[in-house]
């Protein structure tokens, strides 16, 4: 198993910008390798699901979770969460810890969606907006409105007392001041 240490000496790793790149070898340089091997960020951006991979001793591991091993000592026990949505940013400001459910709950608006609002739903049906909000596997109905605002409005609020800091708000639109 991969430990800080061994990480350590093969890559460095920048806080800031969440960027690692591997070291030089001690002593002489492998045949072959041009010292702009060394210089240049490591791993590439999946591009399925947009993680940063990174191939060590034979093995594949996403940026996020070596940069957490990197900084703390050890494995993250969960997943790790991209706070801002871009799991390209790996910078150490913009992971966190989460369980899978925190995890779901900072997904972005789905392709589907048609009103644009995370949680949001024209009911054909009954001809008004359903809003409702899941976490920890509970979908949780928070009403059917006639207005399209206040719909958004619950879905807010909700997201904020249920998800809290996983609370996916920029999905939201700003409500209207009238």
């Known amino acids: 198993m991969l430990t800080q240490t061994k990480l ?8 800031e910008t969440g960027i690692f790149t591997r070291r030089p070898p001690s002593g002489k340089r492998k045949q072959g390798m041009r010292y702009s091997y060394y210089s240049q960020p490591a791993g590439n951006i999946h591009k399925t699901h947009g993680y940063v ?22 494995w993250p026990q969960h997943e790790v969460d991209h706070i801002n949505g871009n799991r390209a940013d790996d910078s150490w400001a913009n992971l ?3 369980d899978s ?3 779901k709950m900072n997904t972005s608006i789905r392709s ?27 979908c949780t ?23 809290g800091e996983f609370a996916k708000l920029d999905s939201l639109p700003p409500e209207n001041p009238n």
């Open 8 to 15: 350590r000496e093969l890559l460095e790793y920048d806080p």
């Open 112 to 138: 589907d969606n048609t009103s644009g609002v995370k949680g949001v739903y024209w009911n054909k049906r009954i001809g008004k907006w359903h809003a409702r909000i899941k976490a920890y596997g509970v």
């Open 53 to 74: 991979i990174i191939h060590i001793l034979g093995e594949r591991f996403r940026a996020s979770r070596l940069a957490w091993l990197y900084m703390t000592g050890q």
């Open 96 to 98: 966190r810890e989460a």
């Open 141 to 163: 109905h928070l009403g059917y409105f006639e207005n399209f605002d206040d719909a958004m409005s619950a879905r807010k609020s909700a997201a904020l007392k249920i998800h």
């Open 101 to 103: 459910s925190q995890q």
